[in-house]
Nanobody, 116 residues
Framework: QVQLVESGGGLVQPGGSLRLSCAAS????????MRWYRQAPGKERELVAT????????NYLDSVKGRFTISRDNGKNTVYLQMNSLKPGDTAVYYC?????????WGQGTQVTVSS
């Protein structure tokens, strides 16, 4: 049974940093690309960052390039999202995702609020 559990969200001031974690279980983590999505109130869910099987393969939403970094630790079955220079526009629920056998699996999400 695939499980994804996010943590690390919270309230932060503009310009601050947060590190999100997603602990995965129920599948061979090292064999799959992992993704972070976010969904702000009243908006569609959007893809923020992707990391391939090789940690050197990453992609980012244009608006977060240079500020966010996705990484993975295959020994801990965990994917991370380091978020720096946060802006109010980054406020959203952040979700971890894996696509396995053409099925999308999601965590419960973690709230990130950027406000002074």
């Amino acid at each position: 049974q695939v499980q994804l559990v996010e943590s690390g969200g919270g309230l932060v001031q503009p310009g601050g940093s947060l590190r999100l974690s997603c602990a995965a279980s129920g599948f061979t983590f090292s064999n799959y690309a992992m993704r972070w999505y976010r969904q702000a109130p009243g908006k569609e869910r959007e893809l923020v960052a992707t990391i391939g099987i090789l940690s050197s393969s990453t992609n980012y939403l244009d608006s977060v390039k240079g500020r966010f970094t996705i990484s993975r630790d295959n020994g801990k079955n965990t994917v991370y999202l380091q978020m720096n220079s946060l802006k109010p526009g980054d406020t959203a629920v952040y979700y971890c995702n894996v696509r396995r056998l053409q099925v999308d699996y999601w965590g419960q999400g973690t709230q990130v609020t950027v406000s002074s």
